[in-house]
């Protein structure tokens, strides 16, 4: 079973998409981190920023007691447990009095400087729960006041889940965003993919009519990049028909110089007459058979894989069983065709020898009726697609251990009918010479049923 399915276009939609989304991941994740570490900043700035203010505005009186009024500029810190919090306490002998902002309706917990140390500045910064069970970063600074060393601990309390909220709902945004930008990116990179091989697909529907003989050659503008394969495959035609054409008359040619001397000697053996003049015709009119027979094979032989021969059966059947039907007027003949139009993947006067040689036979042998029909082949995995033709009479058949026997050249089964008994060699020969089959069995009309079975093309 195969993984990575064999279209080009598929690789190539299917990589540039794996590609475009592991980028948006790259890019969303350097996004999120960047915002992530800029919103933190800004979160710690500000925080330290009101532990500033909050030391600057906090002062101690005369008897000890701290005093001030302390506003930070944030109402959060006047909504009771609001995650934002203030407070100044006092640490040293001789120093009382607290203040806390109104948000901070219950006392929060300081850690021991064993557990969160002060910095050499004698400051620190921890996270802790705060009184809504929200998450707080606190800010906390020991400062001295007044002229009598007295040492107060000022901490000041941000509402860290806001921040991880916003980072989320920045989070949310951004991923829909780019999965927006991420599928029109693959839409739009499909269609260019598309596009692009799009002259491919030309060159595929080119090569189907050439297959299909309703061109000659590839026809056609393409790309730069297609164009020399494009004329590779015209150069690649050309030489092939020039092969044919040069098997043909070679073929004619051999023909044409035996002709007269086969035809001499044949004259020669009729005017000698007696035993040795019939031997003569009989040696000479063999001579003839097997030299058309060869010749024949020959050109099948030399234009069987052509890409530029090319037959619609359908027709080519109608116009055989019609010609056929008028020489033979006391014969029923009946024909059954499919729907589909079927190409033979050979040459036109190949199908007609073939067919006329079982329609002659079937002809020959019938008593009333004979009955021709063209049908698909069924699919056979591993081979071509191919299509068949029954051809059924009515009259004696041939028994089954003889229908080997019939197929050899010159063989006849029956002396009470004309013929040369090369009628099924010739068809056995063609069918051989282009992989098809040929089988002979017992008809449903009590006769004989031929059945040929040859490559089609799509």
Same mark, same amino acid.
């Given at each position: 079973?195969?993984?990575?399915?064999?279209?080009?276009?598929?690789? %190539?939609?299917?990589?540039?998409?794996?590609?475009?989304?592991?980028?948006?991941?790259?890019?969303?994740?350097?996004?999120?981190?960047?915002?992530?570490?800029?919103?933190?900043?800004?979160?710690?700035?500000?925080?330290?920023?009101?532990?500033?203010?909050?030391?600057?505005?906090?002062?101690?009186?005369?008897?000890?007691?701290?005093?001030?009024?302390?506003?930070?500029?944030?109402?959060?810190?006047?909504?009771?447990?609001?995650?934002?919090?203030?407070?100044?306490?006092?640490?040293?002998?001789?120093?009382?009095?607290?203040?806390?902002?109104?948000?901070?309706?219950?006392?929060?917990?300081?850690?021991?400087?064993?557990?969160?140390?002060?910095? %050499?500045?004698?400051?620190?910064?921890?996270?802790?729960?705060?009184? @809504?069970?929200?998450?707080?970063?606190?800010?906390?600074?020991?400062?001295?006041?007044?002229?009598?060393?007295?040492?107060?601990?000022?901490? %000041?309390?941000?509402?860290?889940? !806001?921040?991880?909220?916003?980072?989320?709902?920045?989070?949310?945004?951004?991923?829909?965003?780019?999965?927006?930008?991420?599928?029109?990116?693959?839409?739009?990179?499909?269609?260019?993919?598309?596009?692009?091989?799009?002259?491919?697909?030309?060159?595929?529907?080119?090569?189907?009519?050439?297959?299909?003989?309703?061109?000659?050659?590839?026809?056609?503008?393409?790309?730069?990049?297609?164009?020399?394969?494009?004329?590779?495959?015209?150069?690649?035609?050309?030489?092939?028909?020039?092969?044919?054409?040069?098997?043909?008359?070679?073929?004619?040619?051999?023909?044409?110089?035996?002709?007269?001397?086969?035809?001499?000697?044949?004259?020669?053996?009729?005017?000698?007459?007696?035993?040795?003049?019939?031997?003569?015709? !009989?040696?000479?009119?063999?001579?003839?058979?097997?030299?058309?027979?060869?010749?024949?094979?020959?050109?099948?032989?030399?234009?069987?894989?052509?890409?530029?021969?090319?037959?619609?059966?359908?027709?080519?059947? !109608?116009?055989?069983?019609?010609?056929? @039907?008028?020489?033979?007027?006391?014969?029923?003949?009946?024909?059954?065709?499919?729907?589909?139009?079927?190409?033979?993947?050979?040459?036109?006067?190949?199908?007609?020898?073939?067919?006329?040689?079982?329609?002659?036979?079937?002809?020959?042998?019938?008593?009333?009726?004979?009955?021709?029909?063209?049908?698909?082949?069924?699919?056979?995995?591993?081979?071509?697609?191919?299509?068949?033709?029954?051809? !059924?009479?009515?009259?004696?058949?041939?028994?089954?251990?003889?229908?080997?026997?019939?197929?050899?050249?010159?063989?006849?089964?029956?002396?009470?009918?004309?013929?040369?008994?090369?009628?099924?060699?010739?068809?056995?020969?063609?069918?051989?010479?282009?992989?098809?089959?040929?089988?002979?069995?017992?008809?449903?009309?009590?006769?004989?049923?031929?059945?040929?079975?040859?490559?089609?093309?799509?």
């Amino acid at each position: 079973m195969r993984l990575w399915p064999r279209s080009l276009t598929f690789r %190539v939609i299917a990589l540039s998409s794996i590609w475009a989304i592991l980028a948006l991941i790259v890019v969303f994740t350097l996004i999120t981190t960047l915002y992530r570490q800029a919103s933190e900043r800004g979160f710690d700035s500000l925080l330290s920023a009101h532990l500033f203010n909050l030391i600057s505005s906090v002062g101690i009186s005369a008897d000890g007691r701290m005093m001030g009024t302390p506003d930070l500029g944030d109402l959060r810190f006047s909504e009771p447990r609001s995650g934002w919090y203030w407070s100044v306490e006092p640490v040293s002998e001789g120093l009382s009095g607290e203040l806390h902002s109104s948000s901070m309706t219950d006392p929060i917990p300081s850690p021991h400087p064993d557990e969160v140390p002060f910095n %050499v500045e004698f400051q620190r910064s921890y996270l802790a729960d705060g009184l @809504g069970g929200e998450q707080i970063a606190v800010f906390e600074s020991e400062f001295v006041l007044g002229t009598g060393n007295q040492i107060a601990r000022f901490r %000041v309390m941000g509402n860290e889940s !806001e921040l991880e909220s916003e980072i989320s709902v920045f989070q949310r945004s951004l991923l829909i965003y780019l999965s927006i930008f991420g599928f029109g990116m693959i839409a739009i990179n499909a269609i260019a993919i598309l596009y692009g091989l799009k002259p491919l697909r030309r060159v595929r529907d080119a090569l189907a009519m050439v297959r299909e003989g309703t061109a000659q050659r590839l026809d056609g503008r393409f790309p730069a990049e297609i164009q020399p394969l494009a004329n590779e495959t015209n150069t690649l035609i050309e030489n092939n028909r020039r092969i044919v054409e040069r098997s043909r008359t070679q073929v004619g040619n051999l023909a044409h110089s035996l002709k007269t001397p086969l035809a001499v000697l044949i004259n020669e053996g009729h005017a000698l007459g007696g035993a040795k003049g019939r031997l003569i015709t !009989e040696q000479a009119s063999s001579m003839q058979q097997q030299v058309e027979h060869y010749l024949q094979r020959a050109r099948v032989a030399a234009q069987r894989d052509s890409v530029v021969y090319r037959t619609s059966v359908n027709p080519l059947i !109608e116009r055989l069983v019609r010609v056929v @039907g008028k020489l033979n007027p006391n014969t029923q003949l009946s024909l059954s065709l499919p729907s589909d139009s079927i190409v033979f993947a050979g040459e036109r006067a190949d199908l007609e020898e073939l067919l006329g040689n079982l329609l002659e036979n079937a002809m020959k042998w019938a008593r009333s009726q004979v009955f021709v029909s063209l049908v698909l082949a069924p699919a056979i995995e591993g081979q071509p697609d191919s299509f068949e033709i029954h051809i !059924e009479d009515d009259g004696p058949g041939i028994p089954p251990d003889k229908a080997r026997e019939a197929l050899r050249r010159g063989q006849r089964l029956d002396e009470s009918k004309p013929g040369t008994g090369l009628g099924l060699a010739i068809v056995t020969d063609l069918v051989n010479e282009y992989g098809g089959w040929l089988g002979l069995e017992q008809s449903r009309f009590g006769g004989l049923k031929a059945t040929v079975r040859l490559r089609r093309i799509e």
